[in-house]
């Protein structure tokens, strides 16, 4: 896997706040609201404009109950679960984002196919694992601050995907972020994992999101501004290992965690 890249050095960072950047949004959002998109289905942009699509798929792994639906429900602007149920089988959503690239200043619309699947069901169906991970451009680690067990869980999920796949992008993410005060994964304990893996650790609020002036229906600019990091921090790592994958960057060597 290609060494990280300095956050905001491949995506312009808050390109989706300026009005060149709302326009674009305004292909998945519909009065407001995020539009849902199948497997099957893009965003329908004016006829003037054409962009590049970058597809990639990603495995969404972590311990049961840290959050792995409810964070795929946020990021595709739909309703998060109040109660945690898991996930039976694989479950897989769409999410666009368009991004701006700092070096060329074109628009790419990234897609995202995300993989969820349930702690039980790839322990009890041997197919499921291989399923997931089959063709997979990156996989996202959970792990909840609210759960000391899920970051420690980390290290041993890293090294098997990094033994397993060695060339995919790996990112973390720590949710229920909003219950900082009540976490069980101090900020030391953060600092001395980034500096033994090097790899990008996000964090993301587990709190419902904002609602329109009815007061029952998600406000899909609020929600977007809440997950842009995780996007663009997506789209930032995977089209830089494209770019060092095609020989168009060099790769720097990649220093073992210690």
Not at 70 to 77: E, R, T, W
Not at 196 to 221: F, H, I, Q
Request: aromatic letters at 8%.
């Amino acid at each position: 896997m290609a060494r990280p890249p300095v956050p905001g050095s491949v995506v312009v960072p808050n390109w989706h706040e300026s009005a060149e950047g709302k326009e674009y949004l305004a292909c998945i959002l519909r009065k407001n609201r995020r539009r849902v998109f199948g497997l099957l289905e893009r965003p329908v942009l004016p006829p003037p404009v054409s962009i590049d699509t970058a597809s990639y798929k990603i495995f969404v792994s972590g311990k049961s109950g840290v959050g792995k639906t409810a964070l795929v429900a946020k990021l595709a602007g739909l309703e998060v679960p109040v109660v945690h149920h898991e996930t039976t089988g694989i479950q897989t959503t769409v999410v666009f984002w368009p991004a701006k690239l700092q070096a060329s200043g074109r628009v790419v619309m990234f897609r995202f196919e995300f993989w969820d699947c349930g702690e039980s069901a790839l322990k009890k169906f041997d197919h499921m694992l291989p399923a997931c991970m089959e063709n997979t451009d990156a996989f996202l680690f959970l792990f909840s601050f609210t759960d000391r067990a899920s970051f420690e869980d980390l290290p041993g999920q890293l090294t098997r995907i990094a033994r397993e796949a060695p060339g995919v992008v790996r990112m973390v993410i720590g949710s229920k972020f909003d219950q900082y005060m009540h976490t069980d994964v101090p900020e030391r304990d953060l600092i001395a994992f980034r500096q033994a893996w090097e790899l990008p650790l996000l964090r993301v609020k587990s709190v419902p999101g904002r609602r329109l002036a009815d007061g029952r229906t998600l406000d899909g600019r609020a929600g977007l501004a809440d997950v842009a990091h995780v996007l663009n921090g997506l789209a930032e790592q995977l089209w830089h290992q494209d770019q060092v994958a095609a020989g168009l960057l060099p790769n720097p060597p990649e220093s073992a965690p210690e």
